[in-house]
């Protein structure tokens, strides 16, 4: 996997403040990066940042999701 530029500008979240905003728990959200779902800023081995495009881009697939969902019925 090649390195991913960051945009300075944009505000980097933890685990725990995306888990919050996504209102799932945290173990979610490392999930999700493992499996490829969301992109992480690895500063280290212990520090982990997610852009908040990402956690944009998961709250839009999520809400087109349900909205498909519902006209399925």
Request: hydrophobic fraction near 35%; glycine fraction near 4%.
């Amino acid at each position: 996997m090649s390195p991913k530029l960051v945009n300075l500008k944009e505000s980097l979240l933890t685990r725990k403040d995306v888990a919050r905003r996504l209102s799932v728990h945290s173990n979610s959200i490392k999930r999700w990066q493992r499996d490829g779902r969301i992109s992480a800023v690895v500063i280290n081995s212990r520090v982990v940042r997610y852009e908040e495009s990402e956690v944009e881009r998961l709250i839009k697939e999520s809400r087109l999701t349900e909205h498909s969902a519902g006209g399925a019925r």
